[in-house]
Every structure is written in structure tokens, then in C-alpha cells.
């Protein structure tokens, strides 16, 4: 089973960048992808963007394309996202996640907030 634990986050103002991380440990042998989702307060769950974790093939929720850049480190077993340009609405609890098959997250981390205000 995979552990996953966020690092960064904290309060950000807008237009400023920040960087999440995430530790994974455990069995990484059968991890197709890791990625982001994040929660705003009062509303629901929402993508943010994904990698697979062999091929480094990435891909991005709508609202965050073009600002946010997702990495990973295999060697490190640390997934990283880059958030630029931010603004109020990308304040959040995000969450690292990690799954096996294509569109499933079966790993979560505990979750980190994000908060961008002035």
C-alpha cells in the first residue's frame, strides 16, 4: 500500500506562485499515475491534474491549465505541483493521490491547504 503525505501550501497572494510536494512510500511497483485533486470550502471535489508515474505523460483540470505544472521525481518517490499565477478561486485543500489503474485514486494524502488571498 502506498503512503502519501503534502508539504508546501500555506497562505499565497494572488499572482504569487507556491509549490506543493508529496512523499510517497511504500510499494510504488504498481502506481500508474499520482496527482492533485483539490476541495473549496463549500463545494465539491474537483480535478486538478495527474502523471503517470513510468511515462511522465501529464494532464490538467480546465481551470488550472496553462498556471499549474505537475512533476515527479521516481527516484525521490515525490510528486511536485507547481501553482503560478493564483488567484482567490485556486484556494483549496489539495490533495495528493495515487492510483494503479487509469482514473482511479486508491491512495490519499491527508490533505494540505491552500489559501490565496491579499
Known amino acids: 500500500q502506498v503512503q502519501l503525505v503534502e508539504s508546501g501550501g500555506g497562505l499565497v497572494q494572488p499572482g504569487a506562485s507556491d509549490l506543493l510536494s508529496c512523499a510517497a512510500s511504500g510499494d510504488m511497483s504498481k502506481t500508474y499515475a499520482m496527482g492533485w485533486l483539490r476541495q473549496a470550502p463549500g463545494k465539491e471535489r474537483e480535478f486538478v491534474g495527474a502523471?503517470?508515474?513510468?511515462?511522465?505523460?501529464?494532464w490538467y483540470g480546465e481551470p488550472v491549465k496553462g498556471r499549474f505544472v505537475i512533476t515527479r521525481d521516481v527516484g525521490k518517490n515525490t510528486l511536485y505541483l507547481q501553482m503560478n499565477y493564483l488567484k482567490p478561486e485556486d484556494t483549496a485543500v489539495y490533495y495528493c493521490?495515487?492510483?494503479?489503474?487509469?482514473?482511479?485514486?486508491?491512495?490519499w494524502g491527508q490533505g494540505i491547504l491552500v489559501t490565496v488571498s491579499s
Open positions: 502523471i503517470t508515474w513510468s511515462g511522465g505523460r501529464s
Open positions: 493521490v495515487a492510483g494503479d489503474v487509469p482514473d482511479t485514486w486508491d491512495a
